[in-house]
């Protein structure tokens, strides 16, 4: 199958927009918050931004050569690469992996859908008890959870059934300015709060006293799961790439923005938060049942801010968690209908009805069926153990060793400088990061997540 059979991005803007929207979604606006607010803020985000551009970029960068050069999906691309070596159930593990996250996703994206109706119904007006109340009553319920995972399965299907220039690249286009712009506009709002300066100060004034062993792996770790390594996700919009994209520029233009984004949603949470006197480490209840109370709280004297507040605050949610399950949709619609030589149409219904299982069996077993249990865990805990513990920090592992030590170093450097046309100033350094920094990096990561450090 050919370049052109296959699609591609049309323009630079649309690569960006959309990898970057692959790597944005929950974990900027929920996850990196609340480590924040865990990990003593502003030391944290220093700490984050380091791991970002030692070990995020080189490994994206590694991604991005792999799926360029293959210009194929993931499994296939790693085929290519290693001369035909059994390198690709690294790319087949990465796209098992985003079939497997996409199937959960979907069912915290359901809940954001959910709270989103729930906002413009003005059903989350209420103290924290009756917003606690209402989180556990849907949850926990055998149906509208189950119809929210599947309506947003199928409405990310409705994108990518679409290709990648008509489909992934036009809606990035459209929902990466808008996500922007609602987390600007809730960010305003929250940082013109009585008391906001002090939730300004815990992300800008770093208190290096605060940091531990914890605080640098959290850091690590957050870095890491943020770009979408282990996916097979960056190799495969790789594969959409021109010959004349810049992989470097592309990589830090990315991590850029995405690190920005995280840094706006922590100005969107933390000024609210401190304004009301709550701190936002509360894990994965924060935005389904704290944040709900702290727009309750924060905008008492003026309901109908704090009503506007809120809907965009879902609205926002909704719209990080969708430029995700696109891409990793993607990457199992990709090697479907690539290796069994079917239409993208059929390869896309096929990754959708497989995602559609995953997503039913995730929602009940949150409180609806009682024996969906996993060793006294939900599935939905297990299915988020089993790729965000094992198989994406294994995955990733065997990329750098794959891309640092295995591939000729004049085959990286052809890819990493387009054979010959980009500057190879940083290929040195790029190379030692990927061959030692990352493994290393991800190594510690595996290991802390494990318990063993």
Request: net charge neutral; glycine share 10%; charged share 10%.
């Amino acid at each position: 199958m050919s370049k052109s059979e296959r699609g591609s991005f049309g323009t630079k803007i649309g690569v960006i927009l959309a990898t970057a929207g692959s790597a944005v979604g929950l974990g900027n606006i929920w996850r990196f918050p609340y480590l924040t607010g865990k990990d003593g803020g502003a030391a944290f985000l220093v700490i984050y931004l380091v791991c970002v551009f030692a070990l995020g970029i080189p490994g994206m960068i590694g991604e991005f050569i792999i799926g360029r050069h293959g210009g194929s999906n993931a499994a296939r691309a790693y085929y290519k690469m290693s001369g035909g070596k059994p390198w690709w159930i690294v790319g087949a593990v990465g796209a098992l992996t985003s079939t497997i996250i996409l199937g959960f996703y979907a069912v915290v994206a359901g809940w954001c859908l959910q709270y989103l109706y729930a906002s413009v119904a003005g059903q989350l007006i209420g103290d924290a008890h009756y917003v606690e109340t209402y989180f556990q009553e849907f949850s926990t319920d055998p149906v509208k959870p189950v119809l929210c995972t599947l309506g947003f399965i199928l409405l990310t299907h409705a994108v990518v059934v679409n290709g990648v220039r008509n489909g992934i690249e036009k809606v990035s286009n459209l929902l990466m300015p808008t996500l922007f712009v609602l987390l600007i506009i809730i960010a305003v709002a929250s940082c013109m709060l009585p008391g906001a300066s002090e939730g300004i100060s815990f992300l800008f004034k770093p208190d290096f006293s605060k940091v531990d062993k914890d605080v640098m792996l959290d850091a690590l770790g957050q870095a890491f799961f943020s770009l979408s390594m282990g996916t097979s996700c960056l190799c495969t919009y790789a594969s959409y790439f021109s010959r004349q994209t810049n992989l470097g520029k592309s990589a830090v233009q990315i991590a850029v923005l995405d690190t920005l984004i995280a840094i706006i949603a922590g100005l969107m949470i933390f000024p609210a938060a401190f304004s009301v006197g709550v701190k936002p480490d509360s894990g994965p209840s924060l935005i389904f049942i704290t944040l709900p109370s702290v727009f309750n709280q924060a905008f008492a004297s003026m309901p109908a801010v704090g009503y506007v507040m809120s809907l965009l605050f879902y609205a926002l949610l909704s719209l990080a968690a969708l430029t995700s399950t696109i891409s990793m949709h993607e990457i199992g619609t990709a090697m479907i209908y690539e290796e069994l030589h079917i239409t993208r149409k059929s390869g896309a219904w096929i990754q959708t009805g497989v995602c559609c299982a995953i997503g039913v069996v995730c929602t009940l077993s949150c409180g609806a069926v009682d024996w969906l249990v996993i060793g006294g865990k939900s599935v939905l805990d297990c299915c988020d153990y089993l790729t965000g513990q094992l198989l994406m920090p294994i995955s990733s592992f065997l990329t750098c060793l794959f891309v640092g030590w295995y591939v000729p170093s004049k085959l990286v450097r052809d890819e990493f400088t387009n054979h010959g046309t980009v500057s190879a100033f940083f290929f040195r350094a790029f190379l030692f990061c990927v061959r030692f920094v990352c493994p290393v990096g991800i190594a510690i990561i595996f290991l802390h997540q494990l318990g063993v450090i």
